[in-house]
Nanobody
């Protein structure tokens, strides 16, 4: 079992920054990767980024490449999503999740999820 709790969402103006955190507990050492997804109203949940738990290798969706950075802190069992140059289209509920499937970007292959945190970007 893995428990995930996100924090750090909020309201920001376009061009601003936020950092999301995902605190993990349970059998995190056995997971391949921790990922970030987002879901805007009326849209499907989409992959944002992920990072391998052991090696710390990140991978990103094209839509956030160069603006978002994912990192992890083993000692704190926490994964971060640093979001810079935020745009109104980034507005969504952001979720962290964990998976055993190498380098997957499919939400259906992530089996533990946090409750989500709202990010709203005003123009």
């Amino acid at each position: 079992q893995v428990q995930l709790v996100e924090s750090g969402g909020g309201l920001v103006q376009a061009g601003g920054s936020l950092r999301l955190s995902c605190a993990a507990s349970g059998r995190t050492f056995s997971r391949f990767a921790m990922g970030w997804f987002r879901q805007a109203p009326g849209k499907e949940r989409e992959f944002v980024s992920a990072i391998t738990w052991s090696g710390g290798r990140p991978y990103y969706a094209d839509s956030v490449l160069g603006r978002f950075t994912t990192s992890r802190d083993h000692a704190k069992n926490t994964v971060y999503l640093q979001m810079n140059n935020l745009q109104p289209e980034d507005t969504a509920v952001y979720y962290c999740a964990s998976t055993d499937v190498p380098f997957t970007r499919h939400a259906r292959e992530y089996d533990y999820w946090g409750q989500g945190t709202q990010v709203t970007v005003s123009s």
